[in-house]
Structures are given as C-alpha cells and as structure tokens.
C-alpha cells in the first residue's frame, strides 16, 4: 500500500501539482527512506514554483530530453509595468519595510496578471515584465492583457488607500502595452536558460511604458493592441511618434476602461480631443488651438 500511494504522488508531480501533503507511512525502512526522500524533493520543486512559472515547468516536465536553446515566432502582447517616483519612495522608508510594500504590490499584480492567464516573465527591481500567448496558447492575448492592466490599477487604488491608512507610502504604476510577432523560447547560454520573450515589439511595449509620464497617462497602448480591443475597450489617441528602425510614425493611445463602464464626459472628451488631433495633422491650426483649448 506505502508503495501504491508513492506513485500515486509521484503521478501528481507530472503534472506539476504540489499541493499535496498525504502522509505516507511504510515499516520498511527502504520503503520510509523513498518517502522521505520524496517529501524532500517535492518541498524542493514548490520553492522553486516562485522561481519559474508554473506552466513553463509543467513543459519541461513533460518533454523528453533536458531544456535546450530554441525559440518561435508568435503574436503576444507584452506587458512592463514600473512605479512612478520609486527611488524617491525607496529612500524615504527602512530596506525591511521597502521589502515588504514592494512584496504586496508585486503580489497583487502578479495574482491579477495570472488570474488573465498571463505569464509574469520577471522582476525587474520594481518593474514587472509579463506576456500573454506563450507559453500556452491564448488567442483573445491583447483582450487578456488590457483587462489586466485595468484591473491591475484598480487594484492598485485599493492599495493606495490601505497604506495611507496604515501611514505608508503610496505606489502608482505607468503599465505599456504592445502586440506584435515577437521570439519567445529558451534564451541565455547553454548552462542557464531563460523562458522570455524578445523583439522589437518587446521594446516598444517597454517605451510605451516610460513615455507615459509625458502624457499624464497610467496605461499606453501601442497601435496593434489598439486595434484588437477597439471593439471592447474605449482607447483615447494620444499621438503619433518615431520608433526607432520604422520609417513612418505610430500611433499610440490611452487605455481608457471597458466599453459601456466610460462615463458620457469622458467620451465626449476623447472625441473633442481626437477631433483636434485630427485638425491639427490637417494643418487646421485655428481649429486645432480652439478644439484642444
């Protein structure tokens, strides 16, 4: 019976299920020395879940052969997030308490990211990096990632609150949004691999990001994503920009919430606002200064 319920556990870790805590007693000593051996590797495996994420290593679980360099071409949207003003907010509060606001934060918006059926690719300080569409498949990836991204500062609003009632520092977060046909796969040297993702849409999508301080936005959204949410989502143009390697100028537009959540004041601001974007590329200029006044 000890032995049964062994590979009974042990049929669990393929599939990466480690919840488990089923005691297992044998009176033989070989057998008791398996099962300690097993608890050990599988106490192991739950510490290194926080590492990667739970469905690359259900991947390599699975696949026959040790982890190699490869990669794929796929359509994904690819998420950066950072707070706004962190070095400041760094400096004004002790290292343990710093450690333990950021692990909130980064908590909650890995939990909503992987709520959407997101992957959380990395932590970078307090920049959170993610994608969606690898590496299982999501088709509505750009929807995915712009309901995250709403709820992601929702969340965050909630925080806010908390910890001004608890007198801690705030956070606010500039998420960028992007799609496009990236390289996703095993990437670094041969010793040690990295599940992620690279392109010239993963750099637009971190731009995106950065240049929302001089908008006065919270989530930009290049052309692409925009186009695959239009019909669900209200998005505001913002501007036309230069990506560097492209030789025509982008749009790039707000993300302004769901459709039918959006206030009547706020749409007819974004379309007086469209409007005088549009006089203003028609070289309209009276028209433009008076719609923008």
């Given at each position: 019976r000890p032995l049964s319920e062994l590979s009974h556990e042990m049929d669990k870790i393929q599939n990466f299920d480690l919840d488990s805590d089923k005691t297992i007693v044998s009176s033989i000593t070989d057998v008791q020395n398996m099962v300690v051996s097993f608890y050990k590797m599988r106490q192991g495996l739950r510490s290194f879940r926080k590492f990667v994420p739970?469905?690359?290593?259900?991947?390599?679980?699975?696949?026959?052969?040790?982890?190699?360099?490869?990669?794929?071409?796929?359509?994904?949207?690819?998420?950066?997030?950072?707070?706004?003003?962190?070095?400041?907010?760094?400096?004004?509060?002790?290292?343990?308490?710093?450690?333990?606001?950021?692990a909130e934060y980064l908590s909650e918006?890995?939990?909503?990211?992987?709520e959407e059926n997101g992957t959380v690719d990395k932590y970078i300080g307090d920049a959170v990096m993610a994608f969606w569409g690898a590496p299982q498949h999501v088709p509505d990836h750009a929807l995915r990632a712009a309901k995250a991204a709403l709820r992601c500062q929702a969340r965050l609003v909630e925080l806010e609150k908390k910890w001004l009632a608890e007198g801690r520092p705030v956070f606010r977060a500039r998420i960028g949004l992007n799609t496009g046909e990236i390289i996703v796969g095993n990437m670094g040297s041969a010793e040690r691999l990295n599940y992620t993702v690279i392109g010239d849409a993963v750099n637009l999508a971190s731009r995106?990001?950065?240049?929302?301080?001089?908008?006065?936005?919270?989530?930009?959204?290049g052309e692409a994503t925009q186009k695959l949410i239009a019909g669900h989502y209200v998005t505001r143009l913002l501007d036309f920009v230069a990506v560097k390697g492209k030789n025509e100028a982008i749009r790039i537009y707000e993300?302004?919430?769901?459709?039918?959540?959006?206030?009547?004041?706020?749409?007819?601001?974004?379309?007086?606002?469209?409007?005088?974007?549009?006089?203003?590329?028609?070289?309209?200029w009276d028209k433009a200064e008076s719609l923008f006044k």
């Amino acid at each position: 019976r000890p032995l049964s319920e062994l590979s009974h556990e042990m049929d669990k870790i393929q599939n990466f299920d480690l919840d488990s805590d089923k005691t297992i007693v044998s009176s033989i000593t070989d057998v008791q020395n398996m099962v300690v051996s097993f608890y050990k590797m599988r106490q192991g495996l739950r510490s290194f879940r926080k590492f990667v994420p739970a469905d690359i290593v259900r991947q390599l679980i699975a696949q026959e052969g040790d982890a190699h360099l490869q990669g794929e071409k796929r359509e994904l949207t690819v998420h950066f997030s950072d707070i706004e003003g962190f070095t400041t907010v760094s400096e004004s509060i002790k290292p343990e308490d710093l450690v333990n606001l950021l692990a909130e934060y980064l908590s909650e918006m890995s939990r909503i990211i992987g709520e959407e059926n997101g992957t959380v690719d990395k932590y970078i300080g307090d920049a959170v990096m993610a994608f969606w569409g690898a590496p299982q498949h999501v088709p509505d990836h750009a929807l995915r990632a712009a309901k995250a991204a709403l709820r992601c500062q929702a969340r965050l609003v909630e925080l806010e609150k908390k910890w001004l009632a608890e007198g801690r520092p705030v956070f606010r977060a500039r998420i960028g949004l992007n799609t496009g046909e990236i390289i996703v796969g095993n990437m670094g040297s041969a010793e040690r691999l990295n599940y992620t993702v690279i392109g010239d849409a993963v750099n637009l999508a971190s731009r995106l990001e950065g240049i929302n301080k001089y908008y006065g936005t919270r989530i930009m959204v290049g052309e692409a994503t925009q186009k695959l949410i239009a019909g669900h989502y209200v998005t505001r143009l913002l501007d036309f920009v230069a990506v560097k390697g492209k030789n025509e100028a982008i749009r790039i537009y707000e993300l302004v919430g769901e459709k039918g959540a959006v206030d009547a004041t706020t749409l007819e601001f974004i379309r007086t606002f469209e409007s005088a974007i549009e006089a203003y590329r028609g070289r309209d200029w009276d028209k433009a200064e008076s719609l923008f006044k």
